[in-house]
């Protein structure tokens, strides 16, 4: 797979096909991560006399049809200032207004197309609207790795058009970082995964268990493998059709000689939301009348020695109803012990990363993943339609 530093795309109309899927409320962008993650390979484009650069990108879930409060004007404001230079915002990201647009803008330019979800081809992956895209540029650039797991116009569709195409530095990171997971991990290699759901996870914890030495498990999905050992968890969230599953799996993790650690101890609330009467308890005493909230304070330091001690690390899912503060001191935990290790230390997930952030222990972590489900599926080992669509692309 090239990447961009390989192309000469002096003079050339570049389509960046960017994830700028920000967090919005009334107009505001709640978090930038994900634009600024993308501003090196958009420097660079520009840099290089790309004519114009042409972005493009999703924004929340419109259902295939203009809808006001995901317009990318925001983020256009916001890549405008980040860049230092004028950013101009399409009407649309087809038709022939937006191509009138692209062909005036010149070298240096960089011009933002409307919403790709506000077209229901994009999500389709629609031929015609893949095409209508792909008249717009003459090289394509995929800096959207949260986006490679979804076969798409933009991501996947007009990518076979281009003979000059590119992951961009974002993109590229993000697969040689977690390639490094399944191929050569320092050891020990500590897997701290939390979240909802076991169903989210197992694809993970499979393709891991010939690589990882320790699980560390908290949040709800904690309590599906809980209730697979027979433990008793109260109300709190169990999938119950993946209790057999949760068993099974425990059972090849002890076979293969993978520790799978769960939580000794939990926070316990009567409601999972602010203001509930709480309660730290042992997994052998935990009342009927409660559901966990949070690991507790004996399984947050347990799991914070494993990660200290970790040559790699990866973290993915709070380890509670992380949203509500009194509930999030376990995955604060898990940040501030992320920061303190000296191995190789991933992070996905948005609550993992903002986590992250209020433990100021961004910039001391290895790689912090924007690909949320694309970096999962990658990790599972599934093929992802965004990178297969980059494959053979030559200058």
């Not at 109260?234 to 059709?241: F, N, Q, Y």
């Not at 380890?319 to 995955?331: H, L, R, S």
């Not at 910039?363 to 339609?385: M, N």
Request: proline share 5%; net charge neutral; hydrophobic share 50%.
């Amino acid at each position: 797979m090239r990447t961009v530093a390989d192309l000469d795309v002096a003079g050339k109309r570049v389509f960046l096909r960017a994830d700028l899927n920000v967090p919005l409320a009334d107009g505001r962008i709640g978090d930038p991560t994900r634009i600024e993650a993308t501003l090196p390979t958009l420097r660079l484009l520009v840099e290089r006399g790309a004519a114009p650069v042409v972005v493009a990108s999703h924004l929340g879930r419109p259902k295939g049809k203009p809808d006001p409060r995901y317009s990318l004007r925001p983020v256009a404001d916001a890549l405008a200032a980040l860049l230092g230079r004028p950013v101009r915002l399409a009407p649309d990201c087809v038709g022939e207004a937006t191509e009138r647009l692209v062909r005036a803008a010149g070298a240096g330019e960089v011009v933002l197309l409307e919403n790709l979800r506000f077209h229901p081809g994009e999500e389709q992956n629609d031929p015609a609207f893949a095409a209508a895209l792909a008249r717009l540029a003459d090289v394509y650039v995929d800096d959207a790795f949260g986006a490679a797991h979804r076969a798409h116009a933009s991501t996947a569709g007009m990518v076979a058009a281009f003979r000059e195409r590119a992951a961009g530095l974002l993109l590229a990171r993000e697969v040689a970082v977690l390639s490094r997971l399944l191929a050569a991990p320092a050891k020990p290699f500590v897997a701290v995964l939390g979240g909802a759901k076991v169903s989210d996870k197992i694809g993970v914890i499979e393709n891991l268990l010939a690589r990882v030495q320790t699980f560390c498990i908290g949040g709800a999905m904690a309590y599906t493998f809980l209730r697979a050992q027979g433990s008793g968890v109260g109300r709190s969230r169990v999938e119950e059709d993946k209790v057999d599953l949760a068993r099974e799996t425990l059972a090849r993790a002890a076979q293969a000689g993978v520790r799978v650690l769960l939580p000794s101890d939990h926070l316990v609330a009567d409601r999972p939301e602010a203001g509930a009467a709480t309660a730290v308890v042992a997994t052998g005493a935990f009342p009927a009348d409660r559901l966990g909230v949070d690991i507790g304070p004996a399984t947050a330091r347990r799991y914070r020695e494993e990660i200290v001690a970790a040559g790699t690390v990866l973290w993915n899912g709070p380890m509670g109803i992380f949203e509500v503060d009194a509930f999030a001191a376990g995955t604060m935990a898990i940040a501030a012990a992320l920061g303190a290790c000296r191995g190789t230390t991933v992070v996905g997930g948005g609550d993992s990363v903002a986590a992250l952030r209020r433990a100021g222990a961004t910039g001391a972590v290895t790689h912090v993943s924007t690909g949320g489900g694309a970096s999962l599926e990658f990790l599972e080992g599934r093929e992802l339609p965004g990178l297969r669509a980059l494959e053979g692309g030559s200058a």
